[in-house]
């Protein structure tokens, strides 16, 4: 299969992947935002940040270093099962008894027993890193896209379930874990690789020598995206994380959409070809720029429309997130480039930069939080942008001493669709403000119908390529649509 095929195959099901589960994810939040408190939500953003930090100490890195090696051998991945296996039962027993003092340091009693209860995960998470790994470099996201189809069905359905006869805060946590569960059976019956206990020192000197430098970035990055959980929910409240979570959540609804499905695919395939510069390249620019003009417009139309999405879906109990999400939508803005200017780094061997990325943003993190202590939570989001800003220049300037690809022109790609987007979200903003209607779904209609008005527009003047590309794909879909339905009535 050429590399385009290989390309548009794996795209269409890593997105349809990921899609379903933060889709799925997000309709279940909708309904379980009317069930419970803020609160409940604040606690288990809490408590699931240190299983989360050691999941990414369990994969090591391993997984990537895996599908990066061109001939990977049954010895490989059962080395790499191994050590993962080893390292969960360290880190279930470690978090397992330092949960007393965690509760303590938080002075919340409540978070003990979640931290216990959900640290089983780790060690059931270590027997489906390989299965996973394998079929990402097989580009086999058509089976990932099965198994989340019904691990989050049945999460979903248990989790509603829950909430609905008052388990409150567990609804959001036994869930999960019977997900992991029914996820490594599903991986197990799919997969034709089976894991064998074995360990073969030169071999782990090997991924260890690539993946500990990605799991020291992972280690960071995931310290970083969780860090502002523990700083609101040790200085401020959990009704207050509460509020923060779930505008963090809504924002990563499109951009961590986005950033999964190009990060899982676009590694192998660009690993395929990181010897072809010119090719690596041309195809890394394409991403780049179509990834910034889709994330830019969702983004910042949900910018626009804050105040109505949240009542709409959440009611008035979450208007205070309002503000939060309105922010965290230019935080969600940059994450996906910058992901992508990490993804070719890695690509050409240079792990040692993305972690010294994750450095350089969890140093602006705590430049955050400082201001966020003594500033408020607003003052901490605008820095966290500001930050991003200059990690991105950063990162795009350690492309460019990489690959042959200015950081100027790659600012200039990128620039115009976050332009374009911005024009839409102000004529948006400007004309949500006029419109009320009694009836909701006449709103609902006329927000709609301004909003997808006012994105035509901008876009038709600007009419850059990423849009014609789109213009003409949505053409052969109607096209496709037309021809269906003649065939049909004659």
Not at 237 to 264: E, M
Not at 327 to 335: E, R
Request: proline share 2%; with cysteine; aromatic share 16%.
């Amino acid at each position: 299969m050429s590399f385009k095929n290989k390309a548009i195959l794996g795209l269409k099901w890593s997105f349809i992947d990921t899609f379903i589960r933060y889709f799925s994810a997000f309709v279940v939040s909708i309904i379980l935002a009317r069930l419970l408190e803020p609160k409940d939500f604040g606690l288990v953003a809490m408590a699931t940040v240190f299983g989360a930090v050691a999941r990414t100490l369990i994969d090591g890195g391993f997984g990537d270093s895996l599908i990066r090696k061109s001939n990977s051998s049954e010895e490989d991945y059962n080395t790499v099962f191994t050590f993962n296996f080893v390292i969960s039962i360290i880190l279930f027993v470690v978090l397992f008894a330092s949960s007393h003092a965690i509760a303590s340091l938080f002075n919340e009693p409540l978070i003990k027993n979640i931290i216990r209860v959900t640290s089983i995960t780790l060690i059931i998470s270590s027997f489906s890193m390989v299965q996973t790994a394998i079929l990402r470099k097989q580009i086999d996201f058509k089976k990932q896209a099965k198994i989340t189809l019904s691990t989050t069905l049945s999460s979903g359905i248990l989790s509603i379930y829950m909430a609905f006869v008052g388990y409150s805060y567990w609804a959001l946590i036994i869930p999960g874990i019977v997900a992991n569960l029914f996820s490594v059976f599903l991986l197990y019956f799919m997969s034709s690789w089976k894991p064998k206990i074995s360990l073969n020192i030169p071999l782990l000197k090997e991924h260890f020598y690539f993946g500990s430098k990605i799991m020291a970035g992972s280690f960071v990055y995931m310290f970083n995206q969780n860090i502002f959980n523990l700083f609101l929910g040790k200085f401020f409240s959990p009704a207050i994380l509460g509020f923060y979570y779930r505008a963090d959540n809504l924002q990563k609804l499109p951009s961590s959409t986005l950033d999964n499905v190009i990060r899982h695919v676009t590694y192998p395939l660009l690993a395929s070809i990181h010897k072809d510069e010119l090719e690596l390249i041309r195809k890394y620019r394409f991403i780049l720029k179509f990834t910034s003009f889709i994330n830019s417009i969702v983004l910042i139309g949900i910018c626009a429309n804050a105040k109505f999405i949240v009542l709409l879906l959440f009611g008035t109990k979450w208007l205070p997130s309002v503000p939060y999400l309105q922010l965290l939508c230019f935080v969600g803005i940059f994450v996906p480039i910058i992901s992508i200017n990490l993804n070719i780094l890695n690509v050409k061997g240079r792990s040692d930069l993305t972690f010294l990325l994750t450095l350089i943003r969890l140093a602006f993190n705590f430049i955050s939080m400082i201001i966020g202590y003594y500033f408020g939570i607003i003052s901490m989001i605008f820095t966290i942008v500001l930050a991003l800003m200059i990690e991105y220049l950063i990162a795009s300037y350690m492309v460019q001493c990489e690959v042959s690809y200015n950081w100027l022109t790659q600012l200039s790609d990128n620039i115009k669709g976050i332009v374009n987007a911005a024009l839409f979200g102000l004529i948006a903003l400007f004309t949500n403000e006029y419109i009320t209607f009694e009836n909701i779904y006449s709103q609902i209609f006329t927000i709609l119908t301004f909003n997808m008005a006012a994105l035509i527009l901008v876009n038709e003047v600007f009419n850059n390529n990423e849009y014609k590309l789109i213009k003409e794909k949505a053409k052969q879909v109607l096209l496709k649509i037309t021809l269906i339905n003649k065939y049909f009535k004659s």
